[in-house]
């Protein structure tokens, strides 16, 4: 952690909340705000219905919740979506602290990788996540998206092959 969060000496934890839960509806509300209201939209029902099946992941300052996003299980993947941060606590290494718990969470249950639909604006923040590009952008909702997956620290793959051995 760095800069205000640092300064500050607030930890930042984070947890899996349930579907349906006050924590996964504040979630939705953080996500609305970051992602969905700049353009004009909200989350649909048909929408969130959907993420029953998914994994929902919080961050929190303090108590404070600061972060989320979601994990869909696509076979031996997952699919990372609504990944955001809050707007005044953006640029203190949250973000990249909630995909090194994704990484974890994916490692942990078998998971050969993650992959995204990322935006043009978030693009450098994968990359310093160990995100690659994958194939050609595509358009969708109005939005150019970029396919990229994530590449394991060779750390964690090396202790991956040895905990299934033991
Ligand atoms: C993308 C997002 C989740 C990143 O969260 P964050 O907590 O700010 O990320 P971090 O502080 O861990 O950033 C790590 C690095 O990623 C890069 N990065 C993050 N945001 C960036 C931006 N807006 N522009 C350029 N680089 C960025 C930087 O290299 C940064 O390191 P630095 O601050 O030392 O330069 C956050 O900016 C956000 O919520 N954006 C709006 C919603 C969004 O676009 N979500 C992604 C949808 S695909």
Redesign the pocket.
Known sequence: MKKLIKQKGIKIHFQIVNYGSDLYKKSVSLREE??RKPLGLIFTKKELELEKEHIHIAGFYGHELC?TALLAPHGDELKLQR???KAH????????EMMRFCEEYASKHGYKSIF????E??I??YL?NRYVLEGEPFEEEGLQLHKMRQVRSPFRRCFASFSLKS
């Open positions: 970051v992602l972060a990944v955001v941060t606590l953006q640029r203190n290494g949250i973000g990249t995204c639909h990322a935006r604006a978030a450098p923040f310093k």
